[in-house]
Each structure stands twice: as C-alpha cells, then as structure tokens.
C-alpha cells in the first residue's frame, strides 16, 4: 500500500498538471509554442498515458488502456511537430486525463494481490518515480507558458529600475581537496544518480551565488557575444548561425533598457537575480570572459553538501562535463532508463529553478539538456 504523504503528493501533482490545461483554451491546448516544446495538452496526455501504462500495463498486465495511446505520447513514436494536430478536443482530453487519473490514483491507493506485492511498488518506488517523472514536465510547461508570453509583443512596457552592468562581485568559497560523496539514496534516487560515488577532487573556488543579471550584463556590454576567442567552435558556429547576443528570456523596451518576460508577462530585471535562459555555449562563453570556467557537477554537489554555496534553488546551473552514467549504473525502471542521454551531446545542469518542484529538489539530482537549449530556466557559477 502506498504511504498516505506520497499519495497525497501524487494527487497534488495530477491537479496541477490539469489545471495548467484547464486555464487556457483549445489553441492554446494544442499549439506548439517553441521547436523544442510539445503542446500543453501533449504534457498532460504524456503524464496520464505513463502513469497508466505502469500502474495498470506493468503491473497488472493490462494494457487496455494504455495500448490506445501510445503511438501518440510516446515521444519516440510522434514528431512534436505532430503531437498537437493530433491531440483531442481540449475537453475531451481534460475528462480523459481526470477520470484515469482517478483510477490510477485508486489503484495505488488500494493495489489487490498479487499486484501489490509487485516489485516495483516496494518502498513507493514506482509511485514516487511518476511523481518525479510528472514534476519534470510540470515545469516544462511553465517552459511553454514562457515560450507563450515571448511570443507577444509588449510595446508599451517600459522598464521602471533599468539595469546597469557591474563587475563580477561575487564571494567565492574555497573548497579542499578530499574525497566526497556523490549521488542519490534508493527509492527517491533516479537511476542516473545511483549507485553513490565517492569523488576524489582538487582544491577549488566556487562562487557563492549563481552569476547575476548585473554581471552578465557586463559580460554583453564588452563585447561577449561578438568575440570568438571566448566561445567554444561549436558554439561560435551556433552563435553565428543564429545572430545570438542577449539571454532568451530578454527582451529591449523603446528606450533600449532590458527587461524579463515569465509566464505573467514583462518585468524588470533584478540586478542581483541570476541570470536565466542563457544555453551551455553562452555560459561556457561568459564564464571564460570572467578568467573561471564552469563547475563539474562533482565539484558542485560537493560545494553544495558542504553549505558552501547558496540560492541553488533559483535557476539551474550549467555545469561543466557532459551527462554521463555513474560507475556500476543500471536502467532503471525501464530498460533503457537514463542510458539514451549518455550520448556526449547532453550537458549536466544542477540545482532547481523558480519553478521546480520540491519533489526534484535535492543535493544528487541530475538535469540534462543539449548544449544549445536556451528555453531551459538556466545560469550559470563560476569557479576559478
């Protein structure tokens, strides 16, 4: 049986996901908002077909009710560019995802032998894995919430506090050289953050705080984004390619000042908030213009275990190596599990964003994207 607190968490979670679809209409349901974003509505469909496909087609055998569905939410099997066209009427997909909500939410509350003592349901393993798992593409579609409010207009906006440029100001924190331990506890842990390691590391200075607007702003105004010598090949090519020189999330009013748009819209920019919507390119960029580099995501946990930094849970930090499996790792629940993004092309982001859940929110948790996503709610640390 699945421990009262986790069930709670779980039905939570369910509500927010339909209440992000319940607020907008049809179009905004359906509409694909950004070339790396499903549609809202395709988030929803995506959450309810996996927590069915588990609950019912794993454990208990029965994939009557999954089976119907997985052409569509299964992201290998449909192009985002299909998924929305594809999707039923707004309200046809709202009562399909409550009422099957509810019985898989039923399901776990009350599992019958022999299904309850099914592997996976042990220690809340497969309850707290959808919880997670529908935790991350809750905040993918606040991503798509943003996408939305980018793709207005704001012409009467005007910036109140302008931000000026300052050099980077921020206190660093030696951390000593030692061994320190790396990684996740069963069951919460995902399987990329398991088995714990323990990581043999080298003196270094981290950065206090996450690098701010202000800062970043002087990395822009000297000349960041039009000086190859600090990108990397690829992501002076990428640079190029795109005519990239601010953060995806900046935009200029009519007196030239900048200003954030979030999913309510426009506002000022904060001087001391970390900078966010920036991608690895631009991070890896900006950190060499400041003679640092980026964290490995070793030195970042181990700075974090060890309370030597702080606001880790106000935009994701960009780290240094690319997304790799732990020494001793297994696929897990799935066969393939994380194993697909060990592909050299993902790139390790740590910490939390405004928006992430608390469920996600923990020292071993591991986030992934490819070095040129700038929609992600993610900044950068530096370490010298």
């Keep these: 049986m699945t421990a009262p607190a986790t069930l709670s968490q779980f ?29 809202l509505g395709w988030h929803l469909g995506h959450c309810v077909y996996t927590e069915t496909y588990w609950l019912r087609e794993v454990v208990h055998g029965d994939a009557a009710r999954s089976a119907p569905y997985r052409t569509l939410y299964t992201p290998e099997l449909t192009p985002r560019s299909q ?4 999707l039923p009427p707004r309200n046809a997909l709202l009562d399909w995802a ?18 309850s003592s099914h592997a996976l349901l042990a220690d809340d393993y497969l ?37 000026v440029a300052t050099p980077g100001t921020t206190a660093t924190h030696t951390v000593p050289a030692g061994h320190y331990r790396i990684g ?25 705080q996450p690098l701010s607007n202000s800062e970043y702003l002087a990395f822009m ?52 908030a970390p900078v966010q919507g920036v991608n690895h390119y631009e991070a890896s960029a900006c950190a060499t213009w400041a003679g640092a580099r980026l964290p490995h995501e070793f030195q970042w946990e181990a700075a974090y275990r060890a309370n030597f930094i702080t606001d880790t849970g106000r935009v994701w930090e960009w780290c240094a190596n690319s997304f790799h499996p732990y020494q001793g790792f297994t696929a897990f629940p799935g066969e393939s599990g994380s194993a697909p993004w060990f592909d050299g092309a993902h790139y390790s982001l740590r910490g939390a964003g405004i928006h992430t859940r608390p469920e996600l929110r923990r ?22």
Excluded at 191 to 196: A, F, G, I, Q, V
Excluded at 243 to 272: C, Q
């Design 11 to 39: 039905s939570a979670m369910q509500n927010l996901l339909v209440a992000l679809v319940e607020a907008g209409d049809d179009s905004a349901c359906r509409r694909q908002y950004h070339a790396d974003l499903s549609p």
């Design 83 to 86: 998924r929305g066209p594809q």
């Design 98 to 115: 409550v009422n099957q909500q509810s019985d898989n939410l039923m399901r776990l509350a009350n599992p019958t032998p022999p299904h």
């Design 127 to 163: 309850p707290l894995f959808l919880l997670q798992h529908h935790a991350l593409h809750y905040e993918t579609m606040l991503m798509v919430l943003t996408q939305r409010a980018l793709c207005e207009a704001y012409p009467d906006y005007r910036v109140r506090t302008p931000l």
């Design 184 to 208: 996740g506890t069963a069951p919460l842990a995902f399987d990329n953050e398991l088995p714990p390691q323990h990581a043999e590391l080298g003196e270094f200075h981290i950065a206090a």
């Design 221 to 272: 105004e000297s000349g960041g984004y039009t000086d190859a010598r600090l990108w990397s090949d690829a992501g002076w090519a990428w640079r190029q390619q795109l005519d990239i020189n601010h953060p995806d999330h900046w935009r200029r009013d009519a007196d030239g000042a900048w200003y954030g748009v979030g999913t309510n819209g426009p506002y000022d920019l904060a001087a001391d």
């Design 363 to 384: 020292a071993s948790f591991r986030n992934f994207y490819t070095a040129d996503k700038r929609h992600v709610f993610a900044g950068l640390r530096l370490v010298y």
